[in-house]
């Protein structure tokens, strides 16, 4: 496995003040914090960062920022993908000057491309950057789906050197181990089928629960890889309430209203979304409380490493 990116990337809320201007510093605070709670990585402006509301320029000054904030502690991928061509290889090419260590581009959305549309506009991107490329396949939100044997072909490309798989087949999966060579590296999309991915040989995940629970999430990953599968598994059952809950509704509206409740700032969400519901927020009040009730419970942890959760 390449690795070059390493095991848990948070793809990262972009935190707003009050009028829902992108508050830097809040940023940098929330990225720094990831850093220190198990995340190898960060990926900046996804989906999770509001990628669709964000504009060019804030999003090249994310960029620059996260990559100051982290500094030589973790990696940074920029995401730069859309449904424009034109306009991800314009953002890749800029993006390539703040400094950040990859790129990742979605399949693009709406416009529903063919394979080899899907095809010549990664390997466009990929050209244009100069940077390694993350792929990012995930057909619900784009209603296209990236097949194995495009991602093959893709993986010719020397830069083109991983995926984020959330199309949430694990035949799917399956096959990508099967035909893709063994140094390009597959990551969950998902953060609930991140122990299945890695029992087929995956790499790791970009995941959204890590903002709130990504030590354990390491501790889970770092198990499986240190063949204790037991203990792998245990941690994912804990979890796996958290992973699931916190899509109560479209990420990433529960997940900044959690990163809210534990005192970092994240602020709300723009329009088209809309914050969470008091119904929700409860839901979320009690998801929160659970994790930290159902790590107490199952390990020695004492109140000041739950304070992390």
């Given at each position: 496995m390449g690795m070059g990116f390493g095991r848990i990337l948070t793809a990262m809320v972009t935190p707003m003040k009050e009028n829902l201007e992108v508050d830097y510093t809040s940023a940098r605070n929330l990225a720094k914090y990831l850093i220190t709670h198990g995340s190898d990585g960060i990926v900046v402006c996804g989906t999770t960062g509001e990628s669709p509301t964000l504009t060019n320029e804030e999003k090249l000054n994310m960029f620059r920022e996260v990559r100051n904030a982290v500094g030589t502690s973790g990696t940074v991928l920029a995401g730069v993908g859309s449904n424009s061509t034109t306009a991800s290889v314009d953002l890749a090419v800029q993006a390539a000057k703040t400094?950040?260590?990859?790129?990742?581009?979605?399949?693009?959305?709406?416009?529903?491309?063919?394979?080899?549309?899907?095809?010549?506009?990664?390997?466009?991107?990929?050209?244009?950057?100069?940077?390694?490329?993350?792929?990012?396949?995930?057909?619900?939100?784009?209603?296209?789906?990236?097949?194995?044997?495009?991602?093959?072909?893709?993986?010719?490309?020397?830069?083109?050197?991983?995926?984020?798989?959330?199309?949430?087949?694990?035949?799917?999966?399956?096959?990508?181990?099967?035909?893709?060579?063994?140094?390009f590296d597959i990551y969950s999309g998902d953060d609930s089928l991140t122990l299945p991915m890695l029992a087929l040989g995956c790499s790791g995940v970009v995941s959204v629960a890590s903002h709130i629970i990504g030590d354990k999430m390491k501790k889970m990953i770092d198990a499986w890889f240190n063949g204790d599968s037991n203990t792998a598994g245990r941690l994912h059952l804990q979890l796996y309430p958290f992973f699931k809950g916190i899509f109560i509704t479209t990420n990433p509206v529960p997940i900044k209203a959690v990163v809210n409740m534990i005192g970092l700032k994240a602020g709300g969400v723009r329009l088209p979304l809309i914050n969470a519901t008091e119904d929700e927020r409860k839901f979320l009040g009690k998801l929160l409380d659970d994790i930290r009730e159902e790590l107490l419970a199952a390990t020695t942890l004492n109140n000041k490493d739950l304070n992390k959760i």
């Amino acid at each position: 496995m390449g690795m070059g990116f390493g095991r848990i990337l948070t793809a990262m809320v972009t935190p707003m003040k009050e009028n829902l201007e992108v508050d830097y510093t809040s940023a940098r605070n929330l990225a720094k914090y990831l850093i220190t709670h198990g995340s190898d990585g960060i990926v900046v402006c996804g989906t999770t960062g509001e990628s669709p509301t964000l504009t060019n320029e804030e999003k090249l000054n994310m960029f620059r920022e996260v990559r100051n904030a982290v500094g030589t502690s973790g990696t940074v991928l920029a995401g730069v993908g859309s449904n424009s061509t034109t306009a991800s290889v314009d953002l890749a090419v800029q993006a390539a000057k703040t400094g950040v260590d990859g790129i990742m581009a979605v399949v693009p959305y709406y416009n529903k491309p063919s394979q080899e549309g899907m095809y010549q506009h990664f390997k466009v991107i990929a050209e244009a950057a100069a940077l390694p490329v993350m792929l990012y396949n995930v057909p619900p939100r784009t209603m296209a789906n990236l097949l194995p044997d495009t991602v093959k072909k893709l993986s010719q490309i020397p830069n083109i050197v991983s995926i984020k798989e959330a199309a949430g087949s694990m035949d799917q999966v399956s096959e990508l181990k099967r035909i893709l060579p063994s140094d390009f590296d597959i990551y969950s999309g998902d953060d609930s089928l991140t122990l299945p991915m890695l029992a087929l040989g995956c790499s790791g995940v970009v995941s959204v629960a890590s903002h709130i629970i990504g030590d354990k999430m390491k501790k889970m990953i770092d198990a499986w890889f240190n063949g204790d599968s037991n203990t792998a598994g245990r941690l994912h059952l804990q979890l796996y309430p958290f992973f699931k809950g916190i899509f109560i509704t479209t990420n990433p509206v529960p997940i900044k209203a959690v990163v809210n409740m534990i005192g970092l700032k994240a602020g709300g969400v723009r329009l088209p979304l809309i914050n969470a519901t008091e119904d929700e927020r409860k839901f979320l009040g009690k998801l929160l409380d659970d994790i930290r009730e159902e790590l107490l419970a199952a390990t020695t942890l004492n109140n000041k490493d739950l304070n992390k959760i």
